[in-house]
């Protein structure tokens, strides 16, 4: 099958090289439907997340695509980069990459093992690329396929017990800092899904005081609507916000640092050497790595979270064997359905020749016999309809059947089958 991943992840790139190629959301649309002028992309869908852009591809040709698929990533928006970002790429092809995306929707690629988010991730790639025009057939069936197995995943496993997402293991690296998190003051900058995540499970934790900063102060409202407590500012008010803080949590979708070593600095001369712990869960990153450099303040970011929670993980390792069993056999479900498209063709212009001799043979038979009732002429019909599919039933099932598990084979039957029915099928 003539699909293509390409993409770059935490497992081959780190978060600075990551930040470097993410697309803005508002960006996507027009990446997307730039994507669709590649010769020899025919479908495309691209999944970004904290820890991987993946482009997804149906191409008329393995290697045109792969390298129209590189030569996008590397000139559109980004221009020229001071590294080998294909030493950072990585190219799965035909059922590898169908197993590698039906992996990732059910958490067994995620940087931490079974996280909740990227079943939505996966979800708005989708619709994203559906809005793009840039979803066909293909994609359309495989993502679907891909939140069915996600879905499953969690549903019959515990890929998803012990609640750690990107957003909570922030804040249970807070709490692994600080201890209790009740009398602690916490900013959480940006308003977005993490953001309501990380605020909920402070909630849950008894925080008391949380700020919430956003771009405009009436999203940081909704948030606040949302979860029930806390106050918000805009980011002009930031550094002071800063002032009074133990804990910060930054997850925005900003193109560019939103903490940067002067915001930071100018907070904490007012802080008598009170320590600032940042957590930045962002890509592209929130806060400018010279942050770390600032006396009192440590800076943690997506890559270095993984590594400090990895290890409260152990019970969703223990669902893996099943989860790659889903995986498996959502493998062997999608390459059936793909093998067995060569038989739709045929099979479709066999019902609509049918269908047109047993339309025009009744016409004529109730033209000839005016006196038959219309319970009558239902009658007929519904017997004509009866006849036409028990007769194609079995020649249908075979075709499907053998299209399965022999796509040469099954071309050789179309072709068979289109020349005796004179079907006029295409190749």
């Known amino acids: 099958m003539p699909l293509v991943c390409l993409g770059l992840s935490h497992h081959t790139a780190p978060v600075e090289v990551r930040e470097r190629h993410a697309f803005p959301a508002a960006r996507m649309g027009a990446?997307?439907?730039?994507?669709?002028?590649?010769?020899a992309v025919r479908e495309a869908v691209m999944l970004q997340t904290c820890g991987r852009l993946e482009i997804y591809a149906d191409v008329s040709d393995y290697e045109a695509g792969a390298a129209q698929l590189k030569s996008f990533l590397l000139n559109f928006r980004h221009g020229t980069v001071a590294y080998d970002l294909e030493s950072y790429l990585y190219t799965l092809l035909g059922r590898g990459a169908v197993e590698h995306l039906f992996r990732v929707s059910t958490g067994l690629d995620s940087m931490l093992i079974g996280e909740a988010e990227i079943l939505g991730q996966v979800k708005d790639a989708y619709i994203a690329a559906q809005e793009a025009g840039s979803l066909g057939k293909t994609l359309h069936r495989l993502f679907r396929e891909a939140m069915s197995a996600g879905k499953s995943a969690r549903s019959q496993t515990r890929i998803s017990d012990e609640s750690v997402s990107v957003a909570t293991a922030a804040i249970e690296l807070a709490k692994a800092k600080f201890g209790s998190l009740q009398d602690r003051s916490v900013v959480l900058i940006g308003a977005g899904k993490m953001g309501r995540t990380a605020a909920k499970r402070l909630r849950a934790?008894?925080?008391?005081?949380?700020?919430?900063?956003?771009?405009?102060?009436?999203n940081a409202q909704e948030a606040i609507g949302e979860i029930g407590f806390g106050h918000a500012v805009e980011f002009a008010g930031l550094s002071d916000a800063l002032t009074s803080a133990d804990i910060v949590v930054t997850s925005t979708g900003a193109p560019q640092f939103v903490l940067t070593p002067e915001i930071v600095a100018k907070a904490m001369v007012r802080r008598a050497e009170q320590p600032l712990f940042i957590v930045d869960i962002a890509v592209p990153r929130d806060a400018h790595p010279d942050i770390a450099q600032i006396p009192n303040v440590t800076l943690i970011d997506i890559d270095?979270?993984?590594?400090?929670?990895?290890?409260?993980?152990?019970?969703?390792?223990?669902?893996?064997?099943h989860v790659e069993e889903i995986v498996e056999e959502f493998v062997e479900r999608f390459g059936h359905w793909y093998q067995s498209r060569v038989a739709v063709p045929v099979i479709a212009s066999l019902h609509k020749k049918a269908e047109r001799i047993r339309s025009a043979e009744l016409e004529r038979l109730f033209a000839r016999c005016p006196e038959l009732t219309e319970r009558q002429k239902m009658l007929v019909t519904g017997m004509s309809m009866t006849i036409i599919s028990k007769l194609l039933h079995t020649v249908v099932t075979k075709m499907r059947e053998r299209a399965a598990v022999n796509h040469p084979d099954a071309l050789d039957h179309a072709r068979v089958l289109g020349e005796l029915f004179e079907l006029n099928v295409g190749e």
């Open 31 to 39: 990446a997307l439907v730039a994507l669709r002028d590649y010769e």
């Open 205 to 218: 934790e008894g925080t008391q005081n949380l700020v919430i900063a956003n771009r405009t102060a009436k």
């Open 304 to 321: 270095g979270l993984k590594s400090r929670v990895d290890e409260k993980l152990q019970v969703r390792r223990e669902a893996v064997p």
